[in-house]
């Protein structure tokens, strides 16, 4: 079992937000969305390579076999077993879909491994533990860490990355995995730059914003706030809209901000109201041209418009 790997962040530096393809920064080949670029704030700072020890302190989270899988199932191949787990799951039969889950994710496929780190995140089916969710996202990305951007396994490595980088902001109580900002922010620097995911982009533009794990640093923040609003990252949305609304580290632009605070509140859950809290503050103090302007940004997104 490997406990470290190096990992190099394959992101070119230099290019202003805003302007042509994004891959720069996060090896996606879409276009950027209908926000104008926020200003000359310089590039997204990222170290050229990360050392990342996946397994902290080198010592074991759970004792050696715990996550071993039941020998009635040894006949079948994993993607075999993960087929079969999934539509045991799927048909409610929680007991054998997660006795072929575990067989799956013993034999080393990801994605039976990232099903169970989900289940026992969440409580799913599964009494939650997050010591074992966490073991089987460190599996995923310790074995994975260099899939290809863009696979269809790729999106599952990169939401264990944020999946650890989210254990390593608070910790697990009563267990090895201690907070570690330092750490977190390298979980949620390579999701967000190698596979350009943007829930690990919003997570760190929010680290970047409030100097968490590292330097405090705005103008980055903005700049991965929008990468990751340009995929639909409501939350980023929401704090790249106050930013652009307020003028807040880069230049104001009120219908700019209005307009990624409407799609963040329409996408946001009930105990999210820090967001409509958000919305209705800059509603209420935007001018009538702010407003017909958002609207008219507003109108080119949902159309699918993702260049003015």
Do not use: C
Not at 14 to 27: E, K, M, N, P, Q
Not at 172 to 200: C, L, Q
């Amino acid at each position: 079992m490997r406990t470290s790997r190096r990992i190099g962040i394959l992101v070119a530096v230099g290019l202003a937000l805003g302007l042509g393809s994004a891959v720069a920064f996060d090896a996606s080949r879409g276009p950027v969305g209908p926000v104008t670029p926020v200003g000359p704030v310089g590039p997204v700072q990222v170290a050229p390579a990360v050392s990342i020890d996946l397994f902290p302190r080198g010592a074991a989270i759970l004792a050696p076999g715990t996550l071993q899988a039941a020998p009635t199932l040894r006949n079948l191949t994993p993607v075999e077993a993960f087929r079969s787990g999934a539509q045991a799951l799927r048909a409610g039969d929680t007991k054998n879909g997660l006795s072929s889950l575990e067989y799956a994710a013993a034999s080393g496929h990801p994605i039976a491994q990232w099903k169970l780190g989900r289940m026992y995140a969440e409580g799913d089916g599964v009494k939650q533990d997050d010591v074992r969710a966490f073991e089987y996202f460190r599996e995923v990305a310790d074995a994975y860490a260099d899939e290809s951007p863009g696979t269809p396994r790729a999106r599952f490595v990169a939401n264990a990355f944020v999946a650890l980088g989210n254990y390593y902001l608070d910790g697990i109580p009563n267990s090895v995995v201690k907070s570690d900002p330092d750490r977190a922010r390298e979980m949620f620097t390579y999701a967000a730059s190698y596979f350009g995911d943007p829930d690990a982009q919003y997570h760190l533009g929010r680290m970047y914003l409030e100097g968490y794990g590292g330097v405090k640093d705005a103008r980055q923040a903005a700049r991965w706030l929008q990468l990751a609003a340009n995929k639909g990252q409501y939350q980023a949305q929401a704090m790249l809209g106050a930013m652009l609304f307020k003028g807040e580290a880069v230049p104001r632009q009120g219908a700019k901000g209005l307009m990624w605070l409407t799609l963040a509140r329409d996408a946001a859950t009930p105990q999210e109201a820090w967001i409509t809290d958000l919305h209705a503050a800059a509603f209420k103090t935007a001018t009538e041209a702010e407003r017909a302007k958002a609207l008219a940004h507003l109108e080119h997104w949902l159309r699918g418009g993702r260049k003015e």
